[in-house]
């Protein structure tokens, strides 16, 4: 049986961050890299798996608001490379970009339950602190524009702004 190592890649948004670090929390996004691939997830306005592929630790393909923060091995698995494909394409039923909520159903939600599946261990408690703070101090939520939340409020945003000009 396989035994491939099972990686953890943390990506600070520093933009945001230099707000929230103050606070006690950051806001990440994380990815899973097994066999030479990084799945992670993200939202967007389909009806389909928000679930990507990129190059491990590959930050410029996120975004440039994307830093590499920290990589760390959080176990192995015993799983093929074919087997990580079909959890893969299961996890996207459930994992739909329209589907993305920053607090409720976000990347390291993904990060945290693919994790479990393939070695048993969760992801550090710190990579999704701010969506678990939400659970108990809800008014968080409102304080944040609503196109940061949903892929549906920002397209609504677009939208109008598309239509205003």
């Given amino acids: 049986m396989p035994s491939e190592p099972v990686t953890l890649n943390v990506y600070d948004m520093y933009w945001t961050n230099g ?3 103050p606070l006690g ?12 691939v990084e799945y992670a997830f993200g939202g967007h306005p389909y009806d389909c798996s928000g679930i990507f592929e990129i190059a ?14 920290e990589s760390s091995v959080v176990g192995t698995t015993d799983f093929g490379a074919e087997d990580i494909a079909q959890i893969i394409r299961c996890l996207g039923e459930k994992y739909h970009g329209k589907k993305y909520h920053l ?7 993904f990060t945290n339950e693919l994790s479990q599946t393939l070695c048993g261990k969760e992801i ?6 701010l969506a678990s703070v939400t659970g108990y101090m809800p008014f968080i939520e409102r304080l944040l524009p609503k196109e940061w939340i949903t892929p549906h409020a920002l397209q609504e945003a677009l939208d109008h702004r598309t239509q205003a000009s």
Avoid: A, M
């Fill in 25 to 36: 929390f950051g806001v990440y996004h994380s990815g899973i890299e097994v066999y030479g």
């Fill in 124 to 129: 550090p408690p710190w990579v999704n602190r």
């Fill in 103 to 109: 607090f409720n159903k976000n990347c390291n939600h």
């Fill in 19 to 21: 707000y929230t670090t």
């Fill in 56 to 69: 491990p630790k590959d930050s410029q393909e996120l975004g440039e608001n994307f830093k590499l923060k």
